[in-house]
Structures are given as structure tokens and as C-alpha cells.
């Protein structure tokens, strides 16, 4: 059963802490994205990445960096955790193209909450 | 300046019944739209989807319509069951610089009452 994998599903973090949040697909999925999702809000999109070593910011990026040093993950880094980003972040791929590239793979969501 | 839009939060419906979802749009470059269900403490699992070039696409108790001079898709899940309680989430793609970029709409939570 393919999936997407992220590898904490519950964090609680202090104002100013480093937070690093996995994902990792085993679809060899060309495109990953982060997406943060608060009520009322849907999902937004933090960044995205096309291929390793790329990536791009999305609608929100700020506070955030990401890394993809390898095709299979792709991380999600709070370099100084804040109250505000106490949130549900979702990790998601999708191929580049062929059957399912209009469909994106989610997993299963990390409830972060910084206090 | 939402692109993808749902403008009911939340919808109650008996069961049996027949539950509408909507949805409306504003980028006529939209070219696929999708329906994700997402359960508390999961992440959305995709649902159905159309082609824009499509006006129907049929699974099982679940219909999706799309109306694309009205910019308006809706979801129709015939007959509702409590399972299906769920926020629905509509999303849409379109090709940026960068590649495939998807928009998702703010939700709607759905609530089958037995």
C-alpha cells in the first residue's frame, strides 16, 4: 500500500525552539508539497519542491524553510517555532505526470503546538 | 483572495438522504477539480474528481457536477450515511511557472445524522 509517511504525528515545542517535521513517500512521487491547515482556512500552501534539491515557496512561507535532499523527503523546518504556527501540518506528493498526477497523496497530518 | 471557494462551513443531513456540497471558483485556467474528505486527526484522502472538460463523473454514491460558466462544481453523495461525517474539502488545479499547482477551498463540514 503506498503512502506517504510523516514521523510525528503529535509535537508540542516552546516559543523560539527549532522544529523539524519529516515526510517521506515511497511512490517515487516527483513533486512533495507542505500545506498547513487551520479552521476556516482550508489548506495553505507553505512550499513545494519538483525534483530534489529544488523548492519553491508557496502562499504562507514565512517562518518556514524546507529541504529535500533526497526524492523520497522532503522536511519541514521552523527555525524559531512561534504560538501562530500552532497548527496541522500536511505533507503530500504527487507524480509529474501520467496516471494520478492530478491527485495528490496526503499523509496522515502532524498536530503541532507551541507554547 | 480565494480562488476556491465554499461559502457553507458546515451542513447537517439525515441519513439516507441526499447531501450537497458546493463550491465555486474564480480562475477560469482551472483545469481539474477534486473532492478530498478529511476525518479528524487524518490527513484528506482524495474523493472524486473532473476534468474540466467534463460536466459528470459518477462513483458510486458519489456524483461531482461541474458548471464551468457558472464557475460552479458540487458534490452530491446519494444516500448519505454516518460515516461520510467529515469536513469535504474542493480543490483545483492549475499549471504555474513551476508546474502543477493545486488551490484547495476553506471546507465544509459535513454532519449525517442517524
Known amino acids: 500500500d503506498v503512502k506517504v509517511t510523516q514521523s510525528s504525528r503529535y509535537l508540542v515545542k516552546r516559543t523560539g525552539e527549532k522544529v523539524f517535521l519529516e515526510c517521506v513517500q515511497d511512490m517515487d512521487h516527483e513533486n512533495m508539497f507542505w500545506y498547513r491547515q487551520d479552521p476556516g482556512l482550508g489548506l495553505r500552501l507553505i512550499y513545494f519542491s519538483y525534483d530534489v534539491k529544488m523548492k519553491e515557496k508557496g502562499d504562507i512561507p514565512e517562518g518556514y524553510s524546507v529541504s529535500r535532499e533526497k526524492k523520497e523527503r522532503f522536511s519541514l523546518i521552523l527555525e524559531s517555532a512561534s504560538t501562530n504556527q500552532t497548527s496541522m501540518y500536511l505533507c503530500?506528493?504527487?507524480?509529474?505526470?501520467?496516471?494520478?498526477?492530478?491527485?495528490?497523496?496526503f499523509g496522515a497530518g502532524s498536530r503541532l503546538t507551541v507554547l | 483572495d480565494q480562488q476556491v471557494k465554499q461559502n457553507s462551513p458546515s451542513l447537517s443531513v439525515q441519513e439516507g438522504r441526499i447531501s450537497i456540497l458546493n463550491c465555486d471558483y474564480t480562475?477560469?485556467?482551472?483545469?481539474?477539480f477534486l473532492w478530498y474528505k478529511k476525518y479528524p486527526a487524518e490527513g484528506p484522502t482524495f474523493l472524486i474528481s473532473?476534468?474540466?472538460?467534463?460536466d459528470k463523473n459518477e462513483d458510486g454514491r458519489f456524483t461531482v457536477f461541474l458548471n464551468k460558466s457558472a464557475k460552479h462544481l458540487s458534490l452530491h453523495i446519494v444516500p448519505s450515511q454516518p460515516g461520510d461525517s467529515a469536513v469535504y474539502f474542493c480543490a483545483a488545479t492549475v499549471y504555474d511557472n513551476y508546474g502543477q499547482n493545486f488551490v484547495f477551498g476553506p471546507g465544509t463540514r459535513l454532519s449525517v445524522l442517524p
Open positions: 473532473i476534468s474540466s472538460i467534463k
Open positions: 480562475n477560469s485556467m482551472f483545469d481539474y
Open positions: 503530500a506528493s504527487s507524480p509529474a505526470g501520467g496516471p494520478g498526477a492530478n491527485v495528490l497523496t
